[in-house]
């Protein structure tokens, strides 16, 4: 059956329309809101895991842009968008944006390998060496202070009721500083503690940059690391901002700053 001109124009026009009409989710005010929007959105909601695709969501996410669309337009027949510190938040929210794309496929073109990943977890261990110790002290401001807290110590006071006078935080539990590797502490006070035997006291003060230390062994034992696997993703992760800091301070010196 053919088709009168006026009808057939009607069913062209129709054919048009439907595809241009498909690209936007609504408008609001005669301001389009594109379908891509929404499927923008709907892909972040789902890659957070927060729930799955489904027509629900994208008509939750629809609403909300409406919602938005109508706020936005509202706000600039207010003449929000023109104040000076919103268009300054903007134009930082915009080179945050510009910039972390840019940083976002410079780690996609560098990424962290295996090999470094090994090597920083090696060093890890090394700098943790291969034993911990469980040690206090009492920490005082002068030599004499510390030689007299160990003659006492030698006449049977307890090592507790004295670490009371302790100038830092230990006093309150007996100048107990729980267990630590020799390379989280100074090394004076690293060298004097690893060689003590399980129980033993300084014979003479030890002195560091905070004063002087009188330091008594409690044990020792083997350092428990994670293993390699364990922490893997969080060493990744180190790497990467590292590598991130070495491109911008690259470019930094690179530029003509004055």
């Known amino acids: 059956m053919m ?17 241009a009409f498909a690209q936007n989710a609504a408008t609001v005010n005669g301001k389009a809101i594109p379908a ?25 996410v629809k609403k909300e842009l409406i919602g938005r669309e109508v706020l936005l337009q509202e706000a600039d027949k207010q003449g929000y968008g023109k104040k000076p510190d919103v268009t300054a938040a903007i134009d930082n929210a915009r080179q945050s944006i510009i910039i972390n794309a840019m940083l976002a496929d410079y780690v996609k073109k560098n990424p962290v ?26 920490l005082v401001a002068t030599e004499q202070e510390a030689k007299d807290i160990i003659a006492k110590l030698k006449g049977g006071a307890k090592f507790e009721e004295l670490a009371k006078v302790s100038k830092d935080g230990s006093a309150a539990n007996g100048g107990d500083l729980g267990w630590m590797t020799p390379g989280k502490l100074v090394k004076p006070f690293a060298d004097a503690m690893v060689a003590l035997k399980n129980g033993e006291i300084t014979q003479t003060p030890v002195k560091t940059e905070f004063g002087y230390h009188v330091i008594k062994m409690e044990e020792s034992r ?21 590598k991130i800091v070495a491109y911008r301070e690259e470019l930094v010196k690179k530029a003509k700053v004055q």
């Not at 923008?40 to 789902?46: G, P």
């Not at 090597?119 to 040690?135: F, I, R, V």
């Not at 390699?228 to 901002?241: F, M, R, T």
């Open 36 to 60: 891509a929007r929404v499927d923008q959105m709907v892909k972040q909601v789902v890659a957070q895991g927060q729930q799955p695709d489904s027509p629900q969501l994208r008509d939750m």
């Open 222 to 242: 083997p350092v428990k690391l994670p293993s390699l696997e364990e922490v893997k993703p969080q060493v990744a992760e180190a790497l990467q901002q590292r």
């Open 3 to 19: 088709l009168k001109p006026a009808r057939l124009m009607l069913a062209l026009i129709a054919m048009v329309a439907v595809p």
């Open 113 to 138: 390998s295996d090999a470094e990943i090994k090597a920083e977890y090696d060093k890890y261990k090394a700098a943790m060496g291969g034993t911990e110790y469980h040690s206090r002290h009492i």
